[in-house]
Nanobody
């Protein structure tokens, strides 16, 4: 079973930046489309961004132009660079395989103050 460990969250002011990392165990990472999700209190989990094995990316409209997803297959790690953060970006952020989800990690909390 692949294990996912998210890190890099924190408390920032609006307009600030954070870079999240998602470390996955197992080489299956390299053949998987990876995605970042987020879940705010009282809301459903939503897809934020995804990146396939060829580097093709997709973003939710709410983060386009502000967030960038990337991956380092040599390190089995996916990243989410978050710029121009807004209070509405506050959520618990998770990563997972987009098409065949593995066991969810604990996520990393992002809190943006106004």
């Amino acid at each position: 079973q692949v294990q996912l460990v998210e890190s890099g969250g924190g408390l920032v002011q609006a307009g600030g930046t954070l870079r999240l990392a998602c470390a996955a165990s197992g080489e299956i990472f390299t053949i998987s489309t990876m995605a970042w999700y987020r879940q705010a209190p009282g809301k459903q989990r939503e897809l934020v961004a995804s990146i396939d094995t060829g580097g093709f990316t997709n973003y939710a409209d709410s983060v386009k132009g502000r967030f960038t997803i990337s991956r380092d297959d040599a390190k089995n790690t996916a990243f989410l660079q978050m710029n121009s953060l807004k209070p509405e970006d506050t959520a618990l952020y998770y990563c997972n395989n987009l098409h065949r989800p593995w066991l969810w990690g604990q996520g990393t909390q992002v809190t943006v103050s106004s």
